[in-house]
């Protein structure tokens, strides 16, 4: 099943708009809490990573993703992980908000604390691996047409479809893996150009699309 995050390509969500010249950085000061959260948060309090969070994200269930905005699904987020690390019980949040507005709510009590054991094999995300490249600039390749399983950052909309190799990039950590904490193991990553007549058919725009994508994620064509 495709998560919420996964929109790259599908219609009816507008065109872009660029940010007005003098638009904040927070528009709304709940925002900026909701940032500061969310950075405390991860790799913080619930032990977690960049990776996890995006996973996480990604798992919000369409209001949580959608109706509340993009800090929203941030905040919700953070919640989720912080419930996910047993940091906070499922249901406190709404237990304290409900307190807040006055009801007579008992909280749940405060779990024991079950952070994942996960040690960075260093800074970033980039990575020396010994393993020589499978594929070269030039040749053709096909992402893989069903979705891994678990969490994935192969986009949908180039599932299936061919390509040519631009260039090969740093060697990087897995997310599918970082994001459930079952290693980094890091791969290639390439550049890979697509026709966008081939990822949405021959009545679409003609242009080319560059997208990064992991050596698990690509077969010859």
């Known amino acids: 099943m495709d998560l919420s995050d996964d ?38 309090i619930s032990g977690r990573n960049l990776d996890s969070f995006r996973y996480t994200l990604a798992r919000l269930d369409h209001d949580a993703y959608h109706r509340d905005g993009y800090y929203g699904r941030w905040l919700n987020a953070s919640e989720s992980m912080l419930v996910d690390s047993a940091i906070l019980a499922p249901g406190a949040v709404e237990a304290r908000a409900r307190a807040l507005r006055g009801e007579r709510v008992p909280e749940p009590p405060a779990p024991e604390p079950a952070r994942p054991d996960h040690t960075p094999a260093g800074p970033g995300s980039l990575r020396d691996i010994d393993t020589r490249p499978v594929f070269s600039p030039g040749q053709r390749v096909r992402a893989l047409a069903e979705k891994p399983a678990g969490a994935s950052r192969l986009p949908a909309y180039v599932r299936g479809h061919s390509g040519t190799v631009e260039a090969l990039q740093p060697a990087s950590v897995l997310p599918d893996t970082n994001a459930v904490f079952d290693g980094e193991n890091p791969q290639h990553v390439y550049s890979v150009r697509f026709a966008s007549r081939e990822l949405w058919g021959a009545d679409a725009e003609d242009f080319d699309l560059m997208i990064e994508l992991f050596e698990s994620y690509l077969e010859p064509a």
């Open 7 to 44: 929109l790259g390509g599908t219609p009816g969500w507008g065109r872009l708009q660029p940010p007005a010249p003098e638009e904040p950085v927070f528009a709304q000061p709940w925002y900026a809490r909701t940032f500061a959260i969310t950075l405390l948060t991860i790799g913080g």
